[in-house]
């Protein structure tokens, strides 16, 4: 077992990078299978030496005592033994390697970059290459690219691959040690004893492969002449990225061979939600968030929309049924808007004729369903009628179908991405959106056996219930169809 | 004295276009001389009469009351003769009417649109053009048109003039009897009756004016075929549009000649906002807001940011510095976001590389400079730094530019609205930014004989000296130079 704990005392160079920025606590957890041995600390050859155990900030001493009080004495000592011979070991490792770090003539070419350096001291006039850009036009050129430190894999004294990750991107990086590259045996390993998530420098060529590259998105390497570490990582991270990303299908094929694999509970995804946010699937979920409100935006300011910003600290609850937030404002009662209604509304009477709005919503409603949240943010429309609600009807569907559209086009990767974690059918729908009167609504499920009162309010159950009647006898037969039905 | 009473029993056909929806008060005010004299209400032709004085619901009675109580008593003799004469004369002016009526061959042309005839009862299949679309080009063509009425001027018993407004545009409709048009006198007695901000539908036939018109915003003007009243304003509303947007030069030039204009003060304006929204420069800035909003995402999503929300209602104060509003989250304190920073940040951590907002900022400050505000929209942005900060500035810099231009170029209308209302110097930058250090900058206030300590702030004068300074020394010499200064 090992002890994750997460100091703040990290080596935090630049606050735009750190990992520590946002959390602070003490949490226990096993190592994952696939997770590389990571060498002690007192092997790497940074000039200021990451965090060890062995310093004795108030951080640590604190992490020390809760840790001991909620181990058993028989751990304890077994920690104890294994902590003495990975010192011991660090011990010869190092003694090893001093004289050899002295004779390298490639020193020059890796290392860690002092704090001072990258703190907005000099314009080296470097331009930095997107790892999303690399493919195989690239081939032969030298780039610079920079990235955190996903994988690092050790083949030999003469060879490693570090694989870096720029936000959904990643990309291979091999180091060979050879004197035509100037790459020292001494590099090679500096590479493979950084820690996972470090972020790293790297000056390299870009090569073709000759299989495809599974592990990574970019279908190139990087040779790699010059490495250098930005930022180092503490070693053990409370949240392992590999076990982090994990689809509910690996778990169970693991279980099957009889493995079994780190899960990362919601509470830890949570506490350590900057590091969470580096697996793929979150990387994509907030892409297409963004680009569902740019087509939103879009498709509605074709359409003669002006976006509005209305109060949110308001003096009185903007809509009957739902609980407010109240609060004081300036030793007045307020309350936070549970809807932009009211101002949508007064923008048309003032002329605007059409609006939206992106913006929160505060609900304080203490519900469970799927369907309620205390605040989340709201894409409203407002719009006047020249005669008939249908006109709203046609905007609504125009403005889905758009999204939808965009989303299919233009988020293939997020939507892979996303699909590999969790995955879900392809989206799929009517070019003009299906419409159906109340009444058919409420015939189709009276044929079903569920009889509504004729002027009644469908819940939920009613509502998924004719969601499949209606999948069912208006779905292509080749086809599954997600559909928006028009209750009117 | 006239007593502007807001009556909740406006004939409210439609909310989206009712004027009242969300008003709900009584005021006293004075007239506009500019104001058209009114027709007595029973003196209109509608089917459904519009409230009038004499009608008993409990608002009116309230108003009466109310009225009396601050009224004099020989205003209020006054007001009873006033009364009375009206009546006479309306009832003198139907008497007259009522044969003609009867026997008008073209009263299929005109009335007040039944409400049940306009709630989605039917898709007629008629398409309305924007009044802001109507130009030279449209010369000859039959047009259906939808506005608010903003002038009624009768010209004689067999012509008038309506100005209808739809958002910013206006246009004039002529009306002049004839048989061979289909307008009746009664027609033109029915136009010139409407009350100012009712919303009309007009078809009619696009016409070159013989001279320029200064009066509306379109060149052209519509030789009214047929017209029908949507939804009736009540008769005098609390807010005059030509009062509330007034210019201050108006105001001196109309003092110099002896006159007294109406002058809608700031409470009035915000009891009233639906109707104040309806001002032209009113109809702008939300407008130029949204643009400058569009161009800000615009350009961020061009420079590979991503487009966050993220929480407002939070654990803990996100800054320190500004107070905070503070409220119960399901028994819990909680606060309300001062800045969205811990969030930004957090997702750059998380590998997002760069990240924007644009979303309410909550600040419990009881500040009355023109820097604090409570709530306000705040357009954020972070970005990891590679090496220097300059960076930043750059985007900044390309940001604020970007955003110049744009308005420059394509609020061309908006921003001259505005300076009609509230004149400015027109927008002036640089396309490269000016960039001093922070040291320059002290140099030249204690060049001009301010001290400033070496590493202190800048007070707010301080920082508006410098501006002048900035502007005399960098300025070009034949135009005043806007700029912005990045103190670095």
């Known amino acids: 077992m090992l002890i994750g704990v997460e100091l703040r005392a990290c080596v935090c160079r630049d606050k735009d990078t750190c990992v520590y920025a946002s959390t602070r606590s003490i949490r226990r957890r096993r190592p994952s299978r696939t997770e590389p041995r990571l060498l002690p600390p007192s092997a790497t050859m940074s000039s200021e030496p990451p965090p060890t155990a062995a310093s004795a900030s108030p951080a640590d001493e604190l992490a020390t005592d809760l840790s001991a009080a909620t181990l058993s004495k028989k751990q304890l000592k077994k920690d104890a033994r294994k902590a003495e011979k990975a010192e011991k070991a660090a011990q010869r490792q190092q003694q090893q390697q001093q004289p050899a770090d002295a004779e390298d003539p490639f020193a020059a070419n890796y290392g860690d970059v002092p704090v001072e350096e990258i703190q907005s001291k000099a314009i080296s006039g470097r331009s930095w290459t997107k790892i999303g850009d690399l493919d195989a036009a690239a ?37 060979v040690a050879s004197a035509d590259a100037g790459v020292s045996t001494q590099m090679v390993r500096f590479a493979t004893a950084l820690s996972k998530e470090s972020i790293v420098d790297v000056e390299g060529v870009v090569s073709l492969p000759k299989e495809p590259l599974k592990a ?4 190139v390497e990087i040779q790699v002449r010059k490495i250098y570490c930005i930022n180092r990582a503490i070693p053990t991270l409370p949240i392992n990225l590999e076990d982090a ?9 693991a279980e099957q061979a009889g493995e079994k694999l780190v899960r990362v509970g919601q509470d830890t995804r949570l506490n350590y939600r900057a590091i ?22 879009e498709f509605l300011l074709s359409k003669d929309f002006v976006g509005i910003h209305t109060p949110k600290l308001i003096s009185g609850s903007s809509e009957g049924g739902a ?38 919503v505060f609900r304080a409603e203490n519900s469970n369903t799927h369907r309620h949240l205390c605040e989340f943010v ?3 429309a407002e719009m006047e009628i020249k005669e008939h609600y249908f006109e709203v009807c046609d905007i609504i569907d125009g403005l889905f179908v758009s999204i939808f559209k ?5 988020c293939k990767k997020e939507l892979e991405t996303i699909n590999r974690q969790y995955p879900f059918e392809p989206l799929q729908y009517l070019e003009k959106t299906l419409k159906l009167t109340y009444e058919e609504g409420i015939q189709m499920l009276k044929e079903a056996g569920t009889e509504i009162e004729p002027m009644g309010d469908l819940n939920t159950e009613a509502e998924k219930k ?19 039905i028009l209750l009117i």
Do not use: W
Not at 247 to 252: P, Y
Not at 406 to 410: A, F, G, K, S
Not at 469 to 484: C, P, W
């Open 466 to 484: 004719l969601g499949r009647l209606v999948k069912e006898k208006y779905v292509d037969s080749t086809a599954l169809l997600h559909f928006i």
């Open 216 to 219: 990574t998105t970019q279908q």
């Open 323 to 360: 609980a407010v937030f109240k609060l004081l404002y300036n030793g007045q009662p307020a309350c936070l808007a549970q809807s932009p209604q009211l101002y949508k509304q007064m923008a048309i009477c003032g002329g605007y004729e059409r609006v939206f709005e992106v913006g929160p």
């Open 245 to 253: 990303a994990r689809s509910e299908a690996e778990f169970e094929k």
């Open 378 to 380: 709201g894409l409203d």
């Open 406 to 410: 965009h989303l299919t086009e233009n």
């Open 276 to 297: 969470d946010l580096r697996t793929p699937a979150n990387q994509a979920i907030f892409r297409i968030q963004c680009q569902v409100e740019n087509k939103f935006r």
């Open 139 to 175: 081939a032969g050129r030298s780039v610079l690219i920079r990235g955190a430190t996903q994988a690092i894999r050790p083949v030999s004294k003469k060879m490693a691959f570090v694989v870096l990750r720029q936000s959904m991107s990643t990309v291979q990086c091999v180091l």
